[in-house]
């Protein structure tokens, strides 16, 4: 680990201009940052200690939506009596997450951040485009089961391991920031991650300073809520693949599919597959899937899954 | 105490303290913190600096530069050793690899270098500026390309387990070719690692030019020994210390680099050093279990008798390393007239394979286990009924050498009937709950017990206290309670009046902990030491030692009775002896025996296997302490599933290393993995195998564990996996269709 300073920011958009600083990075529940640190996969700088910003409130929009303080941590997230009931695959995703005592420290926009889990990013001694830009991908023709199918580049191959994700994906949930000069946007979840292609570093679209604050849910979809995690042991490992689902009851709904990609992923016209079936929807949502020889199995899996999801949702 | 006839009738039958279920009495200690292991050491090393361990990036190769200025130029720093400045180093009898390597490199995240600050912290951030330039070179990474020109070699795992390169009895080719029902059938298991949850930890202090080394390790002696020869100094120099252990599995057999690379680092900077491997480094660092490729031939008649059977097994190891001996419990688990035994070895330049938890049988029987029931299927035999048909009583390769106790059948029997295995379809892909498929499978278990010599010292305090000392360690095993009951039983006194102290250098030598000899052996010694301060109490309080009893604090004999604790109120009376074995090892096979069932669910959409539940029946001598034991072999079973399931040390064939090299990685299981486990113990008493008349358990826990859940991952699919683990890619293509 690295040297660093280190600053408790009083207000966001104090917190979004110290951010500025090269080096910089914010730290929220630090359940990913700091383990980084500790192996030098990161080397901040200057840390911008973020828990005094009072984002932590979970609170109604006026459109009848949810609004989700960028520092509410994944623990309350998935208790909260609204969420649980009006927003099931969230509170499941994230409870298929971590362990309890991560969820307790990990935060909502800490885990819209949340980095790969390729081994080769972890491991110093191998080149990682995203690790270190321009080095090469050591991932491409090693071990990769655990890795990417679809959206890949020839520079990188990794997977956003987040469950959290994959359910706000499948909601639309929409992304609100700030930034140094005191401006806020809202970024749909669609736009927010990248797909690696030349820069596998970049991962987000947030701009240099720009802080997370809250996210927001559209109002209540309604149907049936669905989150199917596969992993090869029952708790504490990130997926092979999952499924987010909202299936209403005339069999329509949506889907989104966590391990395959940089990104949470989801195809808008595989959606309108669903009444049709597990092969449909993947036929679209995985149309351009290029898997390697250890997880070509993905594929058939998000459809197998899917084809779980559906079934659950009509006897439900 | 030489052990040359079977046990007679001794003090331990009476099993008043001896077989009891009891706590653990180092329980307290470590579930409040108050139980010092080898890297918090504050009390006795309250000045100690920190060592940081520098593991080499590149497989094989060279260092052609390692440049250090900057690291030795940052805060906090005292010194950084190397190969370039630690002076010459041996290495140990028990290492294949060098444990500080440079300029040359055997294998990824070798030692290479440990830098030593003022804080943790400091050797941490000033290792990052270590700046190390290689000349990689090409090796031997992929072990199916080596195995195609690997010689037959032959193999000792130092645990008791040993397989020649080749073994024939019969005419194994002749018989196989006549059989009417036959198999012929290829098994893999990958690369396990010990993953232990408390990693390489030592703290170094030198007195002089003497070394105090706490330190975690399995067996003092053997690490004692190697430390002073990578040294070059004195083995009466080293004291070795090693009282708690978080667990080895065999990993801390032998001799690692944080014990090395403190005592240097101790020496360089002047004052104590303690180093704990960071656990990205572990995998690649220490040793492992090897991968095998195996292949299984079995023909039987039509009634199921076999008549030949043969086991190979190939495997790869760094220059000089050994072979997993995988086919060894096939030379006695089943009778049959016509066998051979083979194993092969190529050179890897991956990390050194060594012994881990059943070394040999546990992957052996992953396979063995899988061919039994597969060949069952073929001749419409129950699972069951079909190890009991080829059940023998004696060596198949010597028939006139008898095992000194068998009781593999009523094992299989009993767990059949205490499982309900009779509700099991013999046809697999039959029971469907919901979305599972579910399934029923077997193994037998079996592992060998072995024979070491093992010394202790025993006190009778002043107060009447007894006190134990050997240098025998407590790996989680139970080794502080047993040997407390062995001493309390012999001497007559409860167990609150014995206090154990082991895992030291300036104790007599145990057997140490390993291929689950630990527990019979080192109480054993504890029983040899006890006759003898017997002998001397009889004598100092006038009894003839002959006919006389010790209990409840007293000794009697005649119409005389004593309080044990006269026998020391001028002075403690001290005994010291070791147990030693004849030849009834020889003369009998000395061997462990269970049985393991197990239920799984398979989901028909994913693939995903999950447990339902798990039995064991052991039969395994006398059980010195049942909860202690269960504790063994429910864990031995958890580390089944994970062998079973999910455990593989993924193998980079471009660069040489293992690539999941953390516990995110490698996953092991975690609670919910682990669904309701039963043990059962049969009675037992193997006079013939110590005056203890026990056996290990420990290991005989894990054997057969994977093939049984393998074989029910089989019964709930009907789709044979014979590539370990059963992750879920291995059948997804060849599950049932969903609609």
Redesign the interface.
């Known amino acids: 680990?690295?040297?660093f300073t280190y600053e408790r920011a009083k207000d966001p958009v104090a917190a979004a201009r110290a951010a500025t600083r090269p080096g910089a990075k914010f730290l929220a529940g630090g359940t990913n940052l700091l383990d980084l640190m500790?192996?030098?996969v990161e080397t901040p700088t200057h840390l911008i200690d973020v828990q005094d910003l009072k984002l932590d409130r979970i609170e109604k929009t006026e459109d009848g939506g949810l609004r989700i303080g960028a520092l509410v941590t994944n623990t309350a997230l998935s208790a909260d009596e609204r969420v649980r009931r009006d927003y099931g695959v969230l509170s499941r995703a994230i409870a298929a997450g971590a362990s309890g005592q991560l969820r307790n420290k990990a935060t909502t926009a800490g885990n819209l951040l949340q980095r790969t889990?390729c081994?080769?990013f972890?491991?110093t001694?191998?080149a990682c485009n995203k690790r270190k830009p321009g080095s090469g991908c050591?991932a491409i023709?090693?071990?990769s089961?655990q890795l990417a199918v679809v959206g890949t580049s020839g520079q990188c191959i990794a997977t956003n391991p987040s469950d959290m994700n994959v359910a706000m994906r499948v909601l639309d949930a929409v992304v609100e920031t700030v930034n140094p000069q005191g401006q806020t946007r809202a970024i749909p979840i669609a736009d927010f991650h990248r797909l690696p292609g030349d820069t596998p570093h970049i991962e987000t679209v947030l701009q240099p300073g720009e802080l997370i604050t809250s996210v927001t849910l559209p109002r209540p979809l309604g149907g049936t809520h669905i989150y199917?995690k596969?992993?090869?042991?029952?708790?504490?490992?990130?997926a092979?693949i999952s499924v987010a689902a909202v299936v209403q009851k005339d069999g329509s709904g949506r889907v989104a599919v966590g391990g395959v990609a940089h990104k949470p992923w989801r195809v808008e016209a595989a959606d309108a597959q669903l009444p049709a079936g597990?092969k449909a929807v993947t036929a679209r949502l995985l149309a351009d899937a290029r898997p390697t020889e250890h997880n070509a199995?993905k594929v058939?899996?998000v459809e197998?899954?899917i084809?779980?999801v559906i079934?659950q949702a009509r006897t439900a | 105490m030489k052990f040359t006839e079977p046990a007679g009738t001794n003090p331990i039958d009476r099993m008043t303290v001896v077989g009891r279920a009891q706590d653990r009495i180092d329980g307290p200690r470590k579930t409040t913190g108050t139980a010092p292991y080898a890297y918090e050491r504050h009390a006795d090393a309250p000045d100690a600096a920190y060592g940081w361990i520098i593991g080499a990036a590149i497989a094989k190769g060279r260092i052609r530069s390692i440049d250090l200025d900057d690291a030795r130029g940052a805060p906090g720093v005292l010194g950084i050793v190397t190969a370039g400045n630690a002076g010459p180093l041996a290495k140990g009898n028990f290492n294949t690899a060098k444990l500080l390597g440079g300029p040359e490199v055997d294998h990824y995240h070798q030692v290479i270098a440990i830098v030593v600050a003022k804080t943790f912290e400091q050797a941490r951030a000033a290792a990052g500026l270590v700046r190390v330039d290689y000349d990689r070179a090409s090796g031997s990474f992929d072990l199916d390309s080596a195995l195609k020109t690997a010689p037959l070699v032959g193999g000792d795992s130092n645990e008791g387990n040993k397989a020649p390169a080749a073994d024939r009895v019969g005419d194994f080719e002749k018989a196989f070719a006549a059989a009417p029902v036959t198999l012929d059938a290829a098994y893999t298991t990958p690369d396990h690692s010990h993953a232990m949850m408390e990693p390489f930890a030592s703290t170094a202090m030198w007195k002089g030019d003497e070394l105090h080394i706490w330190t975690s390790n399995q067996m003092i002696d053997w690490g004692r020994g190697d430390l002073a020869k990578t040294l070059g100094i004195a083995k009466d120099k080293i004291r070795f210390m090693s009282p708690y252990v978080g667990g080895g599995f065999g990993g801390k057999l032998f001799l690692r680099a944080d014990a090395i690379m403190a005592a240097l680092a101790a020496r360089d900077v002047g004052r104590a050093v303690k180093v704990a491997m960071q656990r990205p480094l572990m995998a690649n660092n220490s040793t492992h279990r090897p991968a095998t490729r195996q292949r299984i031939r079995i023909g039987a008649a039509k009634d199921g008798t076999i008549q030949a059977i043969a086991h190979e097994s190939g495997s790869g190891d760094l220059p000089g390393g050994g072979p997993e001996t995988a086919v060894n419990q096939t030379q006695l688990l089943y009778a049959g007239p016509n066998r051979l035994t083979a194993m092969r070895l190529a050179v890897l330049n991956l990390p050194e394979g060594n012994s881990m938890r059943a070394p040999g049988e546990a992957p052996g029987m992953m396979a063995l286990e899988i061919a039994m029931d597969e060949m069952a299927e073929k001749l419409g035999m129950d699972p069951v009924a079909f190890r009991v048909k080829n059940d023998t009583q004696v060596d198949p390769q010597k028939p006139d050498r008898r095992f000194s106790q068998r009781q593999l059948v009523r094992c299989l029997e009993e767990g059949a009937q205490r499982f309900g295995w009779s509700r099991r379809h013999a046809k697999p892909g039959q029971v469907r709950d919901g979305r599972w498929l579910v399934g029923m499978g077997m193994a037998a278990a079996f592992r060998n017990h072995i024979n070491r010599r093992s010394g202790a010292r025993v006190t009778l305090q002043s107060d009447g206290r007894v006190l134990v000392e050997t240098d025998m360690t407590d790996i989680g095993t139970g080794s502080y309670t047993i040997i407390a009951q062995t001493a309390a039983e012999m001497m007559g006194v409860g167990l609150d009046r014995v206090e154990v102290r082991l895992g030291d250098s300036a104790y007599p030598v145990s057997a140490g902990s390993g291929g689950q000899f630990g527990a019979a052996n080192a109480t054993a010694g504890v029983y040899a030491a006890c006759v003898k301060l017997r002998e001397a109490v009889a004598q100092t309080l006038g009894f003839n030692s002959a006919d006389i009893a010790f209990a409840g604090g007293q000794v009697s004999g005649g119409n005389r009775s004593v309080p044990l604790r006269d026998a020391a109120k001028s002075a403690p009376l001290t005994a010291e002896d070791k147990i030693e074995f004849g030849d009834l090892g020889k003369t009998f096979q000395l061997s462990t025996f269970g049985s393991h069932f197990v239920e799984v669910g398979v989901d028909a959409y994913t693939g995903v296997v999950r447990l339902r539940r798990m039995l064991a029946v052991c039969a395994a001598g006398r059980i010195l302490n049942p909860k202690a034991a269960r504790s063994q072999v429910i864990g031995a079973m958890t580390m089944g599933v994970g062998s079973a399931l999910m455990e593989e040390l993924a193998v980079d064939t471009r660069f040489g290393f293992f690539v999941n090299h953390d516990l995110a990685g490698y996953e092991v299981p975690v609670h919910a993995d682990i669904p309701h486990q039963e043990v059962i113990f049969l009675e037992e008493a193997d006079d013939k195998a110590n005056p203890m008349k026990a056996k290990g358990v420990g290991e005989l826990g894990l054997c057969g564990v994977g093939a049984a859940v393998a074989n029910a991952v089989y019964n709930a699919t009907g789709v044979r996996v014979r590539d370990y683990p059963l992750t879920l890619e291995k059948h997804l293509d060849r599950l049932p269709e969903i609609a």
């Open positions: 680990m690295k040297a500790k192996i030098e889990r081994p080769y972890y491991d001694n191998m050591s023709g090693g071990y089961r199917e596969v992993r090869d042991r029952a708790s504490y490992a990130f092979l597990a199995f058939p899996l197998r899954t084809a779980a079934s």
